[in-house]
């Protein structure tokens, strides 16, 4: 029974007043505890992926491949050596003469045969037309083209003369280096097939371009006097030297190095037979060599790096799973697996082959 001055404290749901409060208390708890669960998988995630990461930049700096650095060695020379520009060209002939009958008629007296050499105003031949052939200049009889008593007809060359001495060389220059040639340009002409060299220079330069593709060409020509064994037609280099050192000390220019201010310097060897730089002057160069001022002496040795790779992915590849195995010890493995299966094979047909058309199958399926 409830006396008159109590009132009735339970909540309208039906809940103890104590029990609710302990409700609303609990219910924080939950959530704390759920936001910490997430908290913690957002930590372990993290912390795989970085691991994931660092594995994957450890196997990454691994397979990269690595390099042992030796030494080349290389001797300094006494030489020389030139910056020069070079141009392709042919021999051509100045002086040709072919020598010809002004009407119809017939040989009467030949003075001379193939090959001689002539001075100029020498007789070449007589015509029955009163007509004497004579040599214009000095040079040599390239062909005799008809013999005393035979008919000529008006124009036809009789005798061809041809200076083998004085020649020519066109050459074409490009509008990248016709700004480097320069009529009176000292020059060298080497031929291809005999490799003779012949000094000469720069006769004229005709600066109207006949070119019509994307490039206008020069045309140079240079007049060089060669000895017997060059006839018109061979191929020549010309080369036009800009500068020049005569007996001077070169060295490979693989072997030189440049620090980052672009000083040269190369590796010699000291008294402790270590590697260390020393610093030289250079000169001239025609990107094969180069000349030494100062620093080198002819026969000093100087090294140059070498990187020589020592490891690649595939040999990392074949360390992790084992070696030779990983590449050629499987297919060793293989094929002498699949010898012993064979030969197990053969003999388990052999030996089922006397116990009837039944056992001769069932070894061949054993032996597989």
């Given at each position: 029974m409830k006396k008159n001055n109590e009132t009735d404290t339970k909540p309208e749901n039906g809940v103890e007043e104590g029990q609710s409060v302990q409700a609303v208390r609990t219910e924080p708890k939950k959530k704390k505890k759920k936001a910490g669960k997430v908290i913690r998988r957002i930590i372990v995630t993290l912390l795989i992926v970085a691991v994931l990461a660092a594995a994957v930049f450890y196997a990454w700096s691994r397979l990269k491949d690595q390099y042992t650095v030796t030494y080349q060695a290389y001797t300094a020379t006494v030489g020389t050596i030139s910056n020069s520009l070079s141009f392709s060209g042919t021999l051509q002939a100045v002086n040709t003469q072919d020598a010809a009958a002004n009407g119809l008629t017939t040989v009467r007296n030949m003075y001379v045969s193939e090959g001689d050499k002539v001075k100029k105003g020498t007789r070449l031949a007589r015509l029955a037309n009163g007509q004497v052939l004579e040599a214009d200049f000095d040079g040599t009889v390239n062909q005799?083209?008809?013999?005393?008593?035979?008919?000529?007809?008006?124009?036809?060359?009789?005798?061809?003369?041809?200076?083998?001495?004085?020649?020519?060389?066109?050459?074409r220059v490009d509008e990248y280096d016709i700004g480097n040639v320069h009529t009176g340009d000292a020059c060298r002409v080497t031929t291809t097939a005999t490799e003779k060299v012949f000094d000469s220079s720069i006769a004229s330069i005709n600066y109207v371009s006949s070119s019509t593709g994307n490039?206008?060409?020069?045309?140079?020509?240079?007049?060089?006097?060669?000895?017997?064994?060059?006839?018109?037609?061979?191929?020549?280099?010309?080369?036009?030297p800009r500068n020049e050192a005569t007996d001077v000390v070169i060295l490979k220019a693989e072997a030189i190095s440049f620090d980052m201010f672009n000083n040269a310097f190369v590796y010699v060897r000291d008294e402790e037979d270590q590697v260390t730089e020393k610093s030289i002057v250079i000169g001239v160069s025609n990107g094969n060599y180069t000349e030494i001022k100062e620093g080198l002496q002819e026969g000093d040795e100087v090294y140059c790096e070498v990187k020589v790779e020592t490891n690649t992915a595939a040999s990392m590849l074949m360390n992790l799973f084992g070696g030779r195995n990983f590449m050629g010890g499987g297919r060793n493995n293989n094929r002498n697996n699949n010898n012993n299966n064979n030969r197990n094979g053969q003999q388990n047909n052999w030996g089922n082959f006397g116990?009837?058309?039944?056992?001769?199958?069932?070894g061949g399926r054993n032996g597989n």
């Open positions: 005799v083209l008809y013999a005393a008593g035979d008919s000529v007809a008006a124009g036809e060359n009789v005798v061809q003369l041809v200076d083998f001495e004085h020649m020519k060389v066109s050459i490039v206008a060409y020069y045309t140079a020509t240079a007049y060089v006097d060669v000895d017997e064994g060059c006839y018109p037609g061979m191929q020549v280099t010309v080369t036009v116990g009837g058309s039944g056992g001769f199958p069932g």
